[in-house]
């Protein structure tokens, strides 16, 4: 799991194949998760607003289909809210948005993360 830069890190990581889930926050789609993506098993929950000016919906959702095609379980969320909505010290910040993707959070944890 990562938030930003922490979020594009969280999807690299799920490219070495050793990730049990990956839950990136606003990670924008790096090239090379592009270029390995047939190596992302780890079931991925997308965390995004539609509001950030640094990784646009339409990248996402291109990212979601290729998962798709490929059989990876995921999930991608879009609230109408900006870059860092999660960070309740920037003004970025969307208190609604960001408790519900905490709930969707925990239930991707549980559901994936159940021994």
């Not at 999807?11 to 926050?25: K, R, Y």
């Not at 539609?50 to 289909?65: L, N, P, Q, W, Y």
């Amino acid at each position: 799991m990562g938030f930003c830069m922490g979020g594009t890190l969280s999807l690299l990581g799920a490219t070495t194949g050793e990730f049990v889930v990956g839950i990136p926050f606003y990670g924008s789609i790096a090239q090379e998760v592009k270029d390995s993506l047939n190596k992302i098993k780890a079931p991925i929950l997308g965390i995004y607003g539609t509001h950030d000016h640094g990784i646009t919906v339409e990248s996402v959702r291109e990212f979601k289909a290729k998962l798709d095609e490929q059989g990876t379980p995921n999930e991608f969320h879009f609230y109408e809210a900006d870059h860092a909505f999660f960070n309740d010290t920037r003004d970025s910040y969307d208190k609604e948005a960001a408790e519900d993707a905490w709930e969707r959070l925990k239930a991707w944890l549980e559901k994936y993360l159940q021994s």
